[in-house]
Nanobody, 123 residues
Framework: VQLQASGGGLVQPGGSLRLSCAASGRTSSRWVSWFRQAPGKEREFVSATEWNGGHTYYADSVKGRFTISKDKDKNTAYLQMNSLKPADTAVYYC??????????????????WGQGTQVTVSS
């Protein structure tokens, strides 16, 4: 399975972006998730959703502003990001993996990764 992340760019504070994560090939991975990594920082969890279920999780820092979704017909996941802040600036990665619920927050539990897309929030 290969993951292709896209949709990043430069946006002003308060603006919106929608990231896409298109998968080629099939996987039985339970979760599709988004992580991000800012310069000089560790990769951090952003959001996760079950590919064949309804459980969805968000980091506290994005709750209420970001929405994860999926289109199974297109084999694509999305991350709608609203009310963006400069602190959201990072490279965003999508990932697929199968783990227990408590493991979705740890990047080590994911076996498939997209190449990353840069999101820059700046005036």
């Amino acid at each position: 399975v290969q993951l292709q992340a896209s949709g990043g760019g430069l946006v002003q504070p308060g603006g919106s972006l929608r990231l896409s994560c298109a998968a080629s090939g099939r996987t039985s991975s339970r979760w599709v998730s988004w992580f991000r990594q800012a310069p000089g920082k560790e990769r951090e969890f952003v959001s996760a959703t079950e590919w064949n279920g309804g459980h969805t999780y968000y980091a506290d820092s994005v709750k209420g502003r970001f929405t994860i979704s999926k289109d199974k017909d297109k084999n694509t996941a999305y991350l709608q990001m609203n009310s963006l802040k400069p602190a959201d600036t990072a490279v965003y990665y999508c990932a697929r993996g199968s783990t227990i619920v408590s493991g979705v927050y740890d990047s080590k539990n994911y076996g498939y990764w997209g190449q990353g897309t840069q999101v820059t929030v700046s005036s």
